[in-house]
Structures are given as structure tokens and as C-alpha cells.
């Protein structure tokens, strides 16, 4: 897979992208994460991305320009067109089931957006899909663009060390994952379950799906509901 994001601030991508399983995965060639610098394709002296919101209003807009003019240069630079996603608080929010649907993909184009947001003709232009990674708002689509980046690059094949690992994930069946013991047995007074001792996995897995189900009912009840609705629908 690849995966280009245009940015005004690629610095911010440096760490989050050097660590763990997304640094071992572009070390392996299972994705190459390409960062570009929306400001290299202004065309003044002052490097200007952003102006004024016609009509009035607080803020500044990011300009149609040099995204356009760094879309079309990233654009062109593999084979495959790349699908295009715009971080936006506007956007569908971001699931697990997006990520899996996304982590199918040969090639993603993200864009982050700054100050007050998009000139609306870069989403119509660009017929870019719009992506949110939660009912809040933030300074830039840096950390949006790291989030999703990292719920992707987790999923390819071969990416974390045990792919079943991902198989029992919280949402990834629509439930919350089953609770998890290390050694020691016993800490502080507080024992591990005995199942998870005995050795049988099949009463294991019986506990685990139990437990799955119970701590959706209590903690995240709408999950449940979602699942609910899929099968009335059909
Ligand atoms: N004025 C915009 C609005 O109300 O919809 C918010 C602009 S926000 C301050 C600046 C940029 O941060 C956005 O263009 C977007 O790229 C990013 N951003 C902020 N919150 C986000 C979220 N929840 N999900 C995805 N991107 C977000």
C-alpha cells in the first residue's frame, strides 16, 4: 500500500511514523507513507496557503491552490489513483470497519486541513470522501491523519507480529474485547479468573465470548443496538 499526505506540517508525521508496527511495516515494504508539504506548491514570495472567508467571518481559509497544484503532483507520481480522503470533523466518523475497508486499498491520499478548514471547491474539485475521527474539533488534520494511519497500516497482512491478534479486537465483530490477565497470578489481592488457568480452551472461549457481550451490554450498550439493526435490516 501506499500512502501520501499533504500537510503543512510534515514534521508533526516524524515520530508517530517511527515507532512499532507502522515503522516496521515501511521498513518491510508493507506500506511507504509519503508526506507532502502543501506550502512547496504556493506560487509567492510569502508562501501563502490561507486567506480570508469571503462573506466575513473569524479565521482563515485554506486556499483551492496549492492544494490542487499538490494533489496533482502526488497524484501522478505511482500507477494507481489514489482514493482521496479529506480530514474533516465535517466527515462520516471513522470505525474499524473503515479502517478494514481502507486497508484493501493499493493507494490512499489524505489531506489535512489547518486554520478554519477547506475551501469547499477542494472537496467538490477533488471528489475527495470526507472522514472525521470524532464529534470534537482540532487544531489541524495532522493527529486525524496519524489516527487513521495507524488503524490501517495495523490491519495489512503481516503487519502486526501474530495476524490473529487483530481477529478478537475491540469492534472488530461489533463487541468489545474480552478482558486480559498477565502474570502474576495473583496481584495485589486480585486473582485471575480460574478458566484462564485451566487449560481448556473451549470453556475459554465460551468465557471470553460471555464476557465480550457482557461488557458491551454495560459499557458501550449502542454497539449492541447497531448489531441489532444490521440483522432487522437484512
Ligand atoms: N471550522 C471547521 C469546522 O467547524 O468544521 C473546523 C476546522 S479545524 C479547526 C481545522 C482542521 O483540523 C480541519 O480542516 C480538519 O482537517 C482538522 N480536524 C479538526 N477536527 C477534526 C476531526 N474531528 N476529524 C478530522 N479532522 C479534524
Redesign the pocket.
Known amino acids: 500500500m501506499r500512502i501520501d499526505v499533504l500537510t503543512l506540517f510534515p514534521a508533526m508525521f516524524e515520530s508517530p511514523l517511527a515507532f512499532s508496527i507502522v515503522k516496521r511495516a515501511q521498513e518491510t515494504g508493507l506500506v511507504e507513507i509519503r508526506l507532502t508539504d502543501i506550502r512547496d506548491f504556493t506560487t509567492d514570495a510569502y508562501r501563502k496557503v490561507d486567506d480570508k472567508p469571503y462573506g466575513g467571518g473569524p479565521?482563515m481559509v485554506?486556499m483551492c491552490g496549492p492544494v490542487f497544484a499538490a494533489y496533482d503532483h502526488v497524484k501522478t507520481l505511482s500507477g494507481d489513483a489514489p482514493r482521496t480522503i479529506?480530514?474533516?470533523?465535517?466527515?462520516r466518523p471513522?470505525t474499524q470497519a473503515i479502517a478494514q475497508e481502507l486497508s484493501r486499498e493499493k493507494r490512499l491520499l489524505l489531506?489535512?486541513?489547518?486554520?478554519?478548514?477547506?475551501d469547499e471547491r477542494i472537496r467538490e474539485g477533488l471528489g475527495a470522501e470526507q472522514?472525521?475521527?470524532?464529534?470534537?474539533?482540532?487544531?489541524?488534520?495532522?493527529?486525524?491523519a496519524m489516527v487513521l494511519i495507524e488503524a490501517v497500516v495495523r490491519l495489512l497482512p503481516g503487519a502486526l507480529g501474530d495476524d490473529e491478534s487483530a481477529r478478537d479486537d475491540s469492534f472488530v465483530n461489533g463487541l468489545l474485547e474480552y478482558p486480559q490477565y498477565t502474570r502474576p497470578e495473583v496481584f495485589r489481592g486480585m486473582k485471575t479468573p480460574d478458566i484462564l488457568l485451566s487449560g481448556d480452551h473451549g470453556k475459554i472461549a465460551q468465557w471470553r465470548r460471555a464476557q465480550s457481550l457482557e461488557r458491551t451490554r454495560q459499557w458501550r450498550p449502542d454497539l449492541l443496538k447497531d448489531q441489532e439493526g444490521k440483522n432487522t435490516d437484512g
Not at 131 to 136: H, K, L, Q, R
Request: no cysteine; net charge negative; glycine share 22%.
Open positions: 479565521g485554506m479529506l480530514l474533516t470533523p465535517q466527515g471513522f489531506i489535512a486541513g489547518r486554520y478554519e478548514g477547506f472522514i472525521s475521527i470524532g464529534d470534537y474539533v482540532l487544531n489541524g488534520g495532522e493527529l486525524p
